[in-house]
């Protein structure tokens, strides 16, 4: 994502000016779309969700902070919102087969192992410190940037990012343990 758009359009974005926003829209919308497409493979969702997160960036569009690269805060949404489409689709996908495998036979072992695993990282996120708790479950359930994050909780995004490190790797070395007794 190649840097466009000028200090003075952003602050006119977040002042509510139309062709602040078009422009905007004009030079990122590609982009935007291409990036989220590598993640889902799907032309169609890509473009919904990349219009849905114009739509949020209009509605949020106070909260754009302009100390900081708009660049990379547009590449996080894109990122999360990829991400959050991916899980809710896993999660629809895990639900309707889990519905075909209850009415067909019992839950295979996969099935048993996914819902251990599940529950293995609700423990490690609960026993993770209140602040590193706070931002993963900010991060990955609610879908907020780091900056946003950082704003909500009154800390750098610098910690947000120490701290979502810490918390992912926690997770890694969990599951790589888990992993590791099963066999």
């Known amino acids: ?73 547009l590449h996080t949404i894109a990122r999360n919102t990829a991400l959050n489409f991916l899980k809710k689709k896993y999660l629809h996908t895990t639900y309707i087969n889990n519905i075909s495998i209850s009415e067909h036979s019992s839950t295979s072992e996969e099935d048993l192992i996914a819902k251990e695993l ?13 602040q590193r708790k706070q931002i993963y479950i900010l991060s990955r359930n609610e879908g907020l940037s780091n900056t946003e994050i950082a704003d909500q909780l009154n800390t750098t995004k610098r910690n947000v990012e120490s701290q979502l490190s810490l918390a992912l790797k926690e997770i890694r070395k969990a599951i790589s343990t888990f992993f590791f007794t099963l066999l």
């Open 1 to 73: 994502m190649s840097n466009k758009i000028t200090l003075e359009t952003l602050e006119s974005l977040r002042c509510g000016n139309h062709k602040a926003f078009e422009s905007v829209f004009i030079a990122y919308y590609d982009k935007i779309r291409v990036f989220i497409f590598g993640y889902i493979k799907s032309e169609s969702d890509a473009e919904e969700l990349t219009e849905d997160l114009f739509v949020g960036l209009w509605e949020k569009r106070t909260s754009i902070d302009t100390s900081q690269s708009f660049n990379s805060y």
């Open 118 to 130: 599940g529950l293995l990282i609700d423990d490690v996120v609960n026993e993770m410190p209140e």
